[in-house]
T-cell receptor, first 109, second 113 residues
Framework: GQNIDQPTEMTATEGAIVQINCTYQ??????LFWYQQHAGEAPTFLSY??LDGLEEKGRFSSFLSRSKGYSYLLLKELQMKDSASYLC??????????WGAGTKLIIKP | IAGITQAPTSQILAAGRRMTLRCTQD?????MYWYRQDLGLGLRLIHY???????GKGEVPDGYSVSRANTDDFPLTLASAVPSQTSVYFC????????????FGPGTRLTVL
């Protein structure tokens, strides 16, 4: 079967750095996405990786290792507004997105 | 309007009733999707449409139907609602190549009693 694993919940301090991991086992791979979802709102697109390596976008970076079936999202200089759930999704061989259950990130002052 | 809109925002429905959730996008995206999101689970694909006039089944299609008469609209119908269909429903559309990123509407919170 297809599987996306993420930690259920993480806590970090304002101003610090946090890394959210995602491991996947899917039938085929056609890209990995990270989305942010604030409580009661829709998911919003953060990043896309299809090749191995690091993609940097401001305070957020996303890393991919296809051989290890592994990605992480790195959030720097954490702000209170970063409190949200972070969703990892992989596009499989059928070109459908398989979604993880999300990681709820709690930022403390 | 800009982006994707969904209606209603929320609804309480008696079991056995028929319900249509509406979704409209103005981005001229070819592909559209319906997902449900339940606590502790990832988004699950119900139905999708790669282009106007075509639809396909996702991971959890039973009890749901869709139509795609034009590019902009993609309604989801529950023919006879059951309590297990209580969920938050998100409509999405995607922008094609190269990344084919999906963009989401604000969601409909549906409770079936």
């Amino acid at each position: 079967g297809q599987n996306i694993d993420q930690p259920t919940e993480m806590t970090a301090t304002e101003g610090a750095i946090v890394q959210i991991n995602c491991t996947y086992q899917t039938s085929g791979f056609n890209g990995l996405f990270w989305y942010q979802q604030h409580a009661g709102e829709a998911p919003t697109f953060l990043s896309y990786n299809v090749l191995d390596g690091l993609e940097e976008k401001g305070r957020f970076s996303s890393f991919l290792s296809r051989s290890k079936g592994y990605s992480y999202l790195l959030l720097k200089e954490l702000q209170m507004k970063d409190s949200a759930s972070y969703l990892c999704a992989v596009r499989d061989s059928n070109y459908q997105l398989i979604w993880g259950a999300g990681t709820k990130l709690i930022i403390k002052p | 309007i800009a982006g994707i809109t969904q209606a209603p925002t929320s609804q309480i429905l008696a079991a056995g009733r028929r319900m249509t959730l509406r979704c409209t996008q103005d981005m001229r995206h070819n592909a559209m999707y319906w997902y449900r999101q339940d606590l502790g689970l990832g988004l699950r694909l119900i139905h999708y449409s790669n282009t106007a006039g075509t639809t396909g089944k996702g991971e959890v299609p039973d009890g749901y139907s869709v139509s795609r008469a034009n590019t902009d609209d993609f309604p989801l119908t529950l023919a006879s609602a059951v309590p297990s269909q209580t969920s938050v429903y998100f409509c999405a559309s995607s922008d094609g190549q190269p990344t084919d990123t999906q963009y989401f509407g604000p969601g409909t919170r549906l409770t079936v009693l």
